[in-house]
Structures are given as structure tokens and as C-alpha cells.
């Protein structure tokens, strides 16, 4: 999925916005090129709508996009090719995701939003993708989403 997060030199997420991503892969690639180009309101903007438009769900968000572009991330800086604060900010454009996303759907669940409408297909999605805790609070994700690459969990 997609190429490894790098500095961005040279490269711009400028046609990235050019048709909204529809799929997981698609997302990714267009989110790697808004990091690389340090561009935290195309980045956050993006995820937030492949959620809300439904092209991907909250869980197919965090193991397949956000999880993926963290552990690029860390890995290029461990080799070098990303500077600490590239490597902060890119936990900060996945943290502020994460936020909006799981904000938007208690929201949406808060105001009773009518049946059908994207917002309350968007809760829906959100209600899929946590867990209660013990106290019975929802936690935004299921006990199976894993920080390891997909290719260790495939394993």
C-alpha cells in the first residue's frame, strides 16, 4: 500500500486532491503525499471525508491508513530520512484525525441524527468500529486493532 513517507523535497500533494479517494489504498497514497508536502489541513480534511463519505470505515481507517503512515514514518526517521519534527508531525496530523473522527460520531449519535442520512451511516460505522470498556463507555477501537504493519499480523 502506497510508498514510504519521505520529507517530501521536491514533492507536492497538489494533484492528490484531484478526485476524492474511494478506496483504503487510495486514501493512503493521497494522505503520504499530504504529509510529505507538511500539509496538515489537506491531510486531516481528506481522512475526515473518506470517513464521512463512506469510501472507508473508522477501523479500515486505523489499520489500514493511519497505522501503516505512522510506522512509515518511524521507520524513515530511524534511517534518517525524515528529521524529528517530520516525525511529529506526523503523529499530529494522525492524532488531530483520530480526534475528528471519534468527536464527529458521538456527535452525530448524541443529536439523533434521522435514519439514512450520512451522518447517522457515519455513527453506524463508528458504533462497528469500538468497544465498551468496563465501565461501559465506547472505546474507538475493537481489541484486534494492532500498531504492527499488516504484513506481521498476516504472519
Not at 492528490?16 to 474511494?22: K, L, M, N, T
Request: glycine residues 10%.
Amino acid at each position: 500500500m502506497g510508498g514510504e513517507v519521505d520529507s517530501g523535497q521536491g514533492q507536492g500533494a497538489e494533484g492528490a486532491s484531484a478526485a476524492a479517494p474511494s478506496t483504503a489504498a487510495e486514501l493512503y497514497d493521497v494522505l503520504a503525499l499530504h504529509l510529505a508536502a507538511h500539509d496538515k489541513p489537506a491531510f486531516v480534511r481528506t481522512a475526515v471525508e473518506a470517513v464521512s463519505s463512506g469510501a472507508v470505515g473508522i477501523a479500515q481507517l486505523y489499520r489500514e491508513v493511519l497505522t501503516p503512515l505512522l510506522v512509515q514514518a518511524g521507520s524513515a526517521w530511524q534511517r534518517g530520512r525524515l528529521t524529528v519534527w517530520e516525525e511529529h508531525m506526523a503523529s499530529a496530523m494522525v492524532r488531530s484525525v483520530v480526534e475528528i473522527v471519534y468527536l464527529g460520531a458521538l456527535k452525530a449519535r448524541a443529536s439523533g441524527v434521522p435514519k439514512g442520512s450520512p451522518l447517522a451511516r457515519f455513527s453506524a460505522r463508528t458504533q462497528m468500529a469500538t468497544r465498551p470498556d468496563a465501565t461501559g463507555r465506547r472505546l474507538p477501537m475493537s481489541d484486534d486493532v494492532s500498531l504492527r504493519p499488516a504484513q506481521a499480523r498476516a504472519g
